[in-house]
């Protein structure tokens, strides 16, 4: 690291009242503290502080700084129903729930013939655990006894009354319905279903409403507006012509998506970002989505 570099930091350091100061970089995170420069795990967690963006644009620095999140309060925002805050769960301690195609995958693992199930279980659910707050990519799922909610024919928010989701044996509460960031679910939703079923356009309908959707590339790294990784698609409104050849193409898939309009605005909302060149594609919409 030079000396011009270093005066930088500390200029920096200065300005927050020598606060713990983290840089992060590309490929590493580093620790700034009494002039010294030390590599930071990150698997340890960063902690609280303020972290320093470094980016070079045509050999100029540029060095922003702001205050690092805290993770305890990002994970209670992620269990907040997003229209009035309120948690849907008295549990927060959150466990990772397996993709939601393990099932058939069994074929792959197993050496002989056997079902996979539990009393009272389906094959391929997966049952909650009183305690424990299971998330999934486009859901969680939470024990009876743990969710601080209304049961009515749905799962809905006990302030609001919010539509949540759904429930049988534990309840499910749709990330769609919460303040977790809804691109980042739908990147993941659709990352998850290339990678499994290898299907890469779709005809999306929901009532009155459709739409064409073309995955060109589900795990991909672009620089809109920061460098993030994610995924990038084509999507439009049909054009007669084109939906008459995606609706004869055995390798398009037709589904009812019941989250289609909200899908819409958050892909246009993504194009919008884009510098006006790169936002169109032929007949099609571009848009990326990060994880």
Same mark, same amino acid.
């Not at 690291?1 to 200029?11: A, D, E, G, I, W």
């Not at 769960?89 to 195609?101: C, G, H, L, V």
């Given at each position: 690291?030079?000396?011009?570099?270093?005066?930088?930091?500390?200029?920096e350091l200065e300005k927050i009242n020598k606060q713990q100061l983290y840089i992060q970089t590309s490929d590493k995170v580093l620790l700034l503290g009494n002039n010294t420069v030390q590599t930071v795990d990150?698997?340890? $967690?960063?902690?609280? /502080?303020? =972290? &320093?963006?470094? +980016?070079?644009?045509?050999?100029?620095?540029?060095?922003?700084?702001e205050a690092r999140r805290n993770p305890v309060r990002k994970q209670r925002e992620a269990?907040?129903?997003?229209?009035?805050?309120?948690?849907?769960?008295?549990?927060?301690?959150?466990?990772?729930?397996?993709?939601?195609?393990?099932?058939?995958?069994?074929d792959c693992?197993?050496?002989?013939?056997?079902?996979?199930?539990?009393? $009272?279980?389906?094959? /391929?659910? =997966? &049952?909650?655990? +009183?305690?424990?707050?299971?998330?999934?990519?486009?859901?969680?799922?939470?024990?009876?006894?743990?969710?601080?909610?209304?049961?009515?024919?749905?799962?809905?928010?006990?302030?609001?009354?919010?539509?949540?989701?759904?429930?049988?044996?534990?309840?499910?509460?749709?990330k769609l319905r919460t303040r977790t960031d809804k691109a980042s679910v739908f990147a993941l939703e659709w990352k998850e279903r290339c990678e499994h079923h290898a299907q890469y356009r779709f005809i999306l309908k929901h009532e009155s409403?459709?739409?064409?959707?073309?995955?060109?590339?589900?795990n991909c790294t672009f620089g809109f507006p920061?460098?993030?990784?994610?995924?990038?698609?084509?999507?439009?409104?049909p054009e007669k012509q084109i939906l008459f050849q995606w609706q004869n193409d055995p390798l398009v898939e037709k589904m009812d998506y019941p989250d289609l309009e909200l899908f819409y605005t958050v892909l246009v909302h993504s194009t919008c970002q884009l510098p006006y060149p790169l936002q169109h594609f032929q007949s099609f919409n571009t848009a990326y989505l990060s994880f």
């Open positions: 690291m030079t000396q011009t570099l270093m005066k930088v930091f500390v200029q990150q698997s340890m $967690g960063l902690g609280m /502080g303020r =972290v &320093l963006n470094v +980016q070079y644009k045509a050999d100029t620095l540029i060095v922003t700084t269990v907040a129903v997003c229209g009035c805050g309120q948690s849907f769960t008295k549990e927060t301690k959150i466990m990772k729930m397996p993709s939601n195609y393990w099932y058939e995958l069994l693992w197993q050496c002989h013939e056997e079902v996979f199930v539990l009393p $009272g279980q389906e094959k /391929g659910q =997966v &049952l909650p655990i +009183q305690g424990r707050l299971l998330e999934g990519v486009t859901h969680f799922l939470v024990h009876k006894q743990d969710f601080d909610g209304i049961l009515m024919e749905k799962a809905h928010c006990k302030r609001c009354y919010m539509e949540l989701g759904s429930f049988d044996q534990g309840v499910y509460i749709s409403q459709l739409m064409l959707l073309w995955i060109t590339d589900y920061d460098l993030q990784n994610g995924i990038k698609v084509y999507y439009s409104k």
